[in-house]
């Protein structure tokens, strides 16, 4: 299994390579059914997530964080330049 030690850290440097804000990160609480993500905020399941690799768990909820952080800076008024942070990070992984 996992540990959540490994998990964070490679949540961690996907914030850092891709250049986006590193939110709060901690794990699940036990009221958790599966990893946690908003805005400003990461809790990681690594228990749910099961036998998968530290890095692939890592980039999935970095995925789902990218969602929350656009979605909420989309309701946001002033907030277009993290919507483009998103949304430019995605671009520069679909031309990596």
């Not at 914030?15 to 009221?31: F, K, M, T």
């Not at 964080?65 to 277009?80: K, M, Q």
Request: hydrophobic share 40%.
């Amino acid at each position: 299994m996992n540990t959540y030690d490994e998990v964070r850290d490679w949540f961690i440097r996907h914030c850092q390579v891709w250049e986006v804000p590193v939110p709060v990160v901690g794990p699940a609480l036990e009221s958790d059914p599966c990893d946690f993500t908003d805005h400003r905020s990461v809790r990681l399941n690594v228990e749910a997530a099961g036998d998968i690799k530290p890095e692939w768990h890592a980039a999935h909820v970095f995925g789902h964080y990218l969602c929350c952080l656009h979605a909420w800076a989309d309701e946001t008024e002033g907030e277009t330049a993290t919507t483009d942070l998103v949304a430019d990070t995605i671009a520069k992984m679909a031309l990596t």
